[in-house]
């Protein structure tokens, strides 16, 4: 399943801890619920994945930004993204906010194939993502027989 999500990514913060709560700063928080919501009315009648999910391609399209002239902008569209965030950061996130919707936990996602970030003119986020069915056979890992 292909799934592109019209929206730019932001990345996972890491948890802020006081003496009275954790929490999350509220640019990722917004982005997670933003997403989660756009996700379930494009994913309403889906039912979860329930096996390991294998991300085959996730690509995320960085929005160029606004203070680059416009041959700069043409010349850097499509080219890879090498500044923050971290693509670990943006993986962690997205995965976030597909839990519960796409999948049932971000646990199941036992592989990641090819994961990378490039500068767009139009920011999103087009994930080639599948459930595995029961124990399929992983090239390359011992079966322990």
């Given at each position: 399943?292909?799934?592109?999500?019209?929206?730019?990514?932001?990345?996972?913060?890491?948890p802020r801890v006081t003496r009275w709560k954790t929490f999350y700063l509220p640019k990722?928080?917004?982005?997670?619920?933003?997403?989660?919501?756009?996700?379930?009315?494009?994913?309403?009648?889906?039912?979860?994945?329930?096996?390991?999910?294998?991300?085959?391609?996730?690509?995320?399209?960085?929005?160029?930004?606004?203070?680059?002239?416009?041959?700069?902008?043409?010349?850097?569209?499509?080219?890879?993204?090498?500044?923050?965030?971290?693509?670990?950061?943006?993986?962690?996130?997205?995965?976030?906010?597909?839990?519960?919707?796409?999948?049932?936990?971000?646990?199941?996602?036992?592989?990641?194939?090819?994961?990378?970030?490039?500068?767009?003119?139009?920011?999103?986020?087009?994930?080639?993502?599948?459930?595995?069915?029961?124990?399929?056979?992983?090239?390359?890992?011992?079966?322990?027989?």
């Amino acid at each position: 399943m292909i799934i592109e999500i019209p929206m730019a990514q932001v990345a996972a913060s890491r948890p802020r801890v006081t003496r009275w709560k954790t929490f999350y700063l509220p640019k990722y928080e917004n982005f997670k619920q933003a997403l989660k919501l756009w996700l379930k009315i494009k994913y309403s009648k889906m039912t979860p994945m329930v096996g390991g999910v294998c991300i085959h391609k996730c690509v995320y399209k960085m929005p160029i930004p606004k203070s680059w002239s416009k041959k700069k902008a043409e010349r850097m569209n499509n080219t890879i993204h090498i500044v923050k965030p971290d693509k670990d950061n943006l993986d962690k996130a997205l995965k976030d906010a597909m839990s519960g919707i796409i999948y049932n936990d971000d646990c199941q996602v036992w592989r990641t194939v090819e994961s990378y970030k490039v500068w767009s003119k139009t920011p999103s986020i087009v994930v080639d993502i599948s459930e595995m069915d029961g124990f399929e056979d992983i090239k390359g890992v011992s079966s322990g027989k």
